[in-house]
């Protein structure tokens, strides 16, 4: 049974850091490019980091780009994203699914479920 299950969201002030997690089971959690996408309020849905199944390449997208940090851990079928500096305009749910091999491109291996998570909501405050 494919799943997947975001944590680690919460309220906080701009500038400051959170850590997101993503505990998957259910397939061959090496194997796939993984990453997190966001559904901020108003705005349709963006990729914003992918890393291939190995954990040796990542993409990030520009607004992102130098503040956050996807890794794995793939004994643990663990996905995280550090997210450093956050802003207002980070705000959103932030949601863990599988990524195009091409982790460029950013965008997910599958419409929906079961290979995407329920969603973590991050708010950031001014």
């Known amino acids: 049974q494919v799943q997947v299950v975001e944590s680690g969201g919460g309220l906080v002030q701009a500038g400051e850091s959170l850590r997101l997690s993503c505990i998957a089971s259910g397939f061959t959690f090496r194997d796939y490019a993984m990453g997190w996408f966001r559904h901020p309020p108003g705005k349709q849905r963006e990729g914003v980091s992918c890393?291939?199944?190995?954990?040796?390449?990542?993409a990030y997208a520009d607004s992102v780009k130098g503040r956050f940090t996807i890794s794995r851990d793939n004994a643990k079928n663990t996905l995280y994203l550090q997210m450093n500096s956050l802003k207002p305009e980070d705000t959103a749910m932030y949601y863990c699914?599988?990524?195009?091999?091409?982790?460029?491109?950013?965008?997910?291996?599958?419409?929906?479920?079961?290979?995407w998570g329920r969603g973590t909501q991050v708010t950031v405050s001014s």
């Open positions: 890393i291939n199944g190995s954990g040796g390449r990542t």
């Open positions: 699914a599988a990524c195009l091999t091409d982790v460029v491109r950013l965008s997910p291996l599958y419409p929906g479920e079961p290979y």
